[in-house]
């Protein structure tokens, strides 16, 4: 089946640790994207990448690092330097198009908790 | 600067009432898209619709439908005879175009109906 997974769904750290979560695409889309979702409220953008080897800084960017090595693959690490890294995180990912934005395909998100 | 709003922040309704989810957006540019995406409990956001900004014919699918209007900022979305799935929180989103291959999405902080039996 084509689409995007995360693992792993629930993960736990101890405060001070970083952290990497998993995103991996099997639809061949160029762009990735990392979001944030915190209770009650919407997603926002940490990283986003358009192709490999190359990825810009969302609007939350900070405490957070990326890597794009493959095409299906966009890894996010939260470092210790990201003050509130307890949240939901969510992976997505859309094709190339030179007819506007494209719908972005999300994975089914990991819960990080850090205490 | 982008901005989508979704006042209601929690909507419940009995099953088999329509409902109507609303949304209203901010921006400079003549050209954008917007979008609307369900996310269930599981966690897992849900495409719904993506509308240009050329086109304001309203669109129906199935239960769903979307009213956009230029004139108000509007892009409401109603769900027609609702049922218990589609208890979920649903997010409106606008993005710009002018970007290449990655498509920055602004989202609204969501609306969360939910269905009683």
């Known amino acids: 089946d084509g689409g995007i997974t995360q693992s792993p769904k629930y993960l736990f750290r101890k405060e001070g640790q970083n952290v990497t979560l998993s995103c991996e695409q099997n639809l061949n889309h160029d762009a990735m994207y990392w979001y944030r979702q915190d209770p009650g409220q919407g997603l926002r953008l940490i990283y986003y990448?358009?192709?490999?080897?190359?990825?810009q800084k969302g609007d939350i960017a900070e405490g957070y690092s990326v890597s794009r090595e493959k095409k299906e693959s966009f890894p996010l690490t939260v470092t210790s330097a990201q003050k509130n890294p307890t949240a939901f995180y969510l992976c997505a990912s859309s094709p190339r198009t030179t007819q506007g934005p494209y719908e972005q395909y999300f994975g089914p998100g990991t819960r990080l908790t850090v205490t | 600067a982008q901005k989508v709003t979704q006042a209601q922040t929690e909507i419940s309704v009995v099953e088999k009432e329509d409902v109507t989810l609303d949304c209203v957006y901010e921006?400079?540019?003549?050209?954008?898209?917007l979008f609307w995406y369900k996310q269930p409990p599981s966690g897992e956001l849900v495409f719904l619709i993506r509308?240009?900004?050329?086109?304001?014919q309203n669109e129906i699918s199935g239960r769903y439908s979307w009213n956009f209007q230029k004139s108000t900022s509007s892009f409401n979305f109603t769900i027609t005879a609702s049922q218990v799935v589609d208890s979920a929180v649903y997010f409106c989103a606008l993005s710009e175009a002018g970007y290449s291959s990655a498509s920055k999405i602004i989202f609204g902080s969501g609306t969360r109906l939910s269905i009683r039996p």
């Open positions: 509308r240009n900004s050329f086109d304001e």
């Open positions: 921006t400079r540019d003549t050209t954008y898209y």
């Open positions: 990448s358009q192709i490999v080897n190359d990825f």
